[in-house]
């Protein structure tokens, strides 16, 4: 969902489930999507990327789904653990844009033991 | 860890002072951006930096400058510092200015008084 401020969008978890995290983008012209892990006190990591000519890419324990006709990108993480909870972002890049990121609200994922 | 360093980690600064903030980038990395993330929002872009001159600006005022070195690393320069300039300031940098994956470094906790 959207969200302002400070009232990021939490997702809770029980600890061996999955987790799907969505993210609505923007721009039809966007042609590469990033989502990106950010932890406490660090800088976004890089969790997996989808080029607009892709509608599924998986990588370990991830997966992410590219639906272009409702500008609708989801992250997948299978059998989420402890060490996953953070904020999740999802980015996009309008193609006349180069590599320079337009950034989602941001969602956070709590993982229960 | 993705080879991007940052300096200063934490900086206080009263409003109406300048600060300087730098980045290294990963090795064999020649562009660099900047980001800035308010507490609780997404990154947002403020420049990026490649050979040396900038490639492209987000929406942020003149008194937001920034330098790149031979050696690829950069600066953030702020004049004029207010109290809404306070964030968190990410760098990141990549291989080219095309749809390539960004890495970001831990970031600098500016706060404004």
């Known amino acids: 969902g959207e969200s302002v401020g400070l009232h990021l969008p939490t997702l809770s978890v029980q600890e061996g489930d999955n987790s799907i995290i969505n993210c609505a983008y923007s721009n039809s012209a966007s042609d590469y999507f990033i989502w990106y892990k950010q932890e406490s006190g660090k800088g976004p990591q890089f969790i997996i990327d989808?080029?607009?000519?892709?509608d599924k890419r998986q990588g370990q324990r991830v997966t992410v789904l590219l639906n272009k006709t409702v500008k609708h990108l989801s992250l997948q993480i299978a059998a989420t653990q402890p060490g996953d909870s953070a904020v999740y972002f999802c980015?996009?890049?309008?193609?006349?844009?180069?590599?320079?990121?337009?950034f989602g609200a941001g969602t956070i994922l709590r993982v229960k033991s | 860890e993705t080879g991007v360093t940052q300096s200063p980690t934490h900086l206080i600064k009263t409003r109406g002072q300048q600060v300087t903030l730098r980045c290294s980038s990963q090795s064999g990395h020649n562009t660099v951006s900047w980001y800035q993330q308010a507490l609780g929002q997404g990154p947002q872009f403020i420049f990026q930096?490649?050979?040396?001159?900038?490639?492209g600006r987000g929406n942020f005022p003149p008194r937001f400058s920034g330098l790149q070195f031979p050696n690829y690393s950069s600066e953030l320069n702020v004049n004029a510092l207010e109290l809404d300039d306070s964030a968190l300031y990410l760098c990141a940098s990549s291989r080219s200015t095309g749809n390539e994956k960004l890495f970001f470094g831990s970031g600098t906790q500016l706060s404004v008084l």
């Open positions: 989808i080029r607009s000519n892709m």
């Open positions: 980015a996009e890049t309008p193609r006349e844009y180069g590599n320079k990121l337009v």
């Open positions: 930096y490649y050979r040396e001159e900038e490639n």
